[in-house]
């Protein structure tokens, strides 16, 4: 197996096998709170989860996030994945598609993805270290053709490869490099962390060169410092600050929160366990969220059915906030007061 398909499988088990959480920080969602409405004034099933992206209607604003592909068994994992949301009319995004650009041998792992999810919208994948050093869009077109994709994400990850053993912490030219592809693409651009979250800063300097679509992959969730630190087989003694690093979802999207340009959408991942998170997400001025562990987990426990039930109770409990907050559709959601516990 080449370094690229290993690396892959070992995500997958690590994070199925070991604790790879933060481990003293959280996301930050629990700090909000909307307001009770004990007088919602509408009727629950009249309740509208639904919103448009990339030109698809989805049952309720969720990306399942992109998490693997280029080895054997990630065909049958993001197979399982895209019979859940093509089942729910969820987003779904294919990990990483270096593989797919050394060769063909597991172009399946990616193609799948299309074939049984025929109608949303897909995600192709592909590094920042990647792009820094591509010269012209030829490569991330071919990714975006092979899944069919609707966007293509980039994902910024420096922190993870600077502690990955194998890890490329080269960034210079990502700028010009999201440039070009914004440029030369077709498709938009969405640019990602992977759970070390993305600032204001950072957002405004990926808008600049005309990136519209910011997914913050706040920390909270799944440590990615901590998987490569368990990968690490040097003896060099890390510190654990770097297992805890980065900005919680909740303050990332805070920064983006006000003031933010009118066509900078913004999508909320890192650490989303249930529907009420989802919910404070878009109060929080998210247009979307996403998730990926969580609902690998439920996929390794129990199948494609578990993760169903994981993702049908997450429409619930949005829809409940709705009901609960007064909201009739996801616009009104966005719009409800929220309030911070340790602000007040
Ligand atoms: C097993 C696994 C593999 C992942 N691989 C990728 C990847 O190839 N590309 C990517 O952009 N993000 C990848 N991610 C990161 C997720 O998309 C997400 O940004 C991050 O895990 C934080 O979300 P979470 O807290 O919901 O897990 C992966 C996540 C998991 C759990």
Redesign the pocket.
Known sequence: MSTTSSR?KD??DL?VNEQVSFRAKTNGLEEWEFAHNALPELNSEDIDTSVSFLGHTLSYPLII?????GYGEAVSINGALAEAAEDLRLAI?A??MRQALENDEYHESYTILRRNAPTVPILA?I?AVEVAVMEDATPAQFLVELVEADAL?V?T?PLQEFLQPEGEARFRGVIEGLAMLVRSLEVPVIL????AGISREAAMRAHEVGVQWI?V?GA???S?AGVEMLRRKDGCEISPAFWDWGIPTAHALEQLRINRPEDMHIIA????TDGVMIAKCLALGADLA???????EALKDGGVDRLRHRLCGWKRDLLGVMFLTGAANIDELRRKPIFNRDHE
């Open positions: 892959k995500h997958i994070c996030s992109g998490m693997t592909g995004g990990g990483s994948n590094g994400v994902h990850n990602k962390e992977v759970g997914d992959a909270g969730g799944t990615w991942s890192g650490g989303i996403a998730s990926a562990r969580p609902l690998l």
